[in-house]
């Protein structure tokens, strides 16, 4: 597909077809195209949780939502859940080593958190590898907290990564789609901001 029709064509699909599993082909490729997103020292501080197995998609949706109601309905039926996780630590120790110049690990230093940054560029690669795949995704958060905690326990995530959400994918089933949609994309000239910040 091209580059235009794959962006033109992403959305956040919400509900899927369950009987229809994602080819290991494809799960592969979704997760090795995550892998050329940009990271800061090229410090990759990213790991993904991949959750293909029935049981193991009961068990996230058991600790991860409290109650999925209509919201979370179609969504259950996705056969892939991929949990991307950011590794703080990875940065802070990067940016310690001698070619980047600091001598501590202050995490003052950066002034935005680039650790989940780029494990969202990663995120963005693998939905955008989805639609050129021909299928649905959809990114959501996993409650903070305890829901947070619950589903790292479960899988052994080691304390220092922390998930930015979850990607479901999966075949395109009837999906509704999102009321929030009326809203309609704001305009270039509401967003852009060329050469002075203009209200």
């Known amino acids: 597909m091209e580059f235009q029709e794959v962006v033109r064509r992403r959305r956040m699909v919400r509900n899927y077809d369950p009987d229809r599993a994602v080819p290991a082909e494809l799960v592969e490729r979704i997760l090795a195209n995550a892998l050329h ?9 990213w790991a993904f949780l991949v959750l293909e197995d029935p049981a193991d998609r009961t068990r996230f949706w058991e600790l ?3 109650d999925g109601g209509a919201w979370g309905e179609g969504l259950r039926r996705a056969p892939l859940l991929i949990i991307p996780f950011s590794h703080k630590q990875a940065y802070l120790d990067r940016y310690a080593e001698s070619d980047k110049g600091w001598a501590d690990k202050d995490e003052s230093r950066w002034p935005v958190p680039y650790w989940d940054i780029d494990t969202g560029f990663a995120s963005l690669l693998m939905l955008l590898t989805a639609v050129d795949e021909g299928l649905g995704a959809c990114f959501f958060g996993i409650p903070p907290g ?14 220092a990564y922390s998930p930015i959400g979850v990607i479901s994918l999966g075949y395109r089933a009837q999906d509704r789609r999102s009321p929030s949609l009326k809203r309609g994309r704001r ?3 509401e967003v852009v901001h060329r050469g002075h910040w203009n209200d």
């Not at 305890?146 to 304390?159: L, N, Q």
């Open 146 to 159: 305890e829901r947070t905690a619950k589903v790292k326990e479960a899988f052994g995530v080691p304390a």
């Open 37 to 45: 997103a940009p990271s800061a020292g090229f410090s990759q501080g």
């Open 64 to 66: 991860a939502v409290e």
């Open 187 to 189: 305009p270039l000239e």
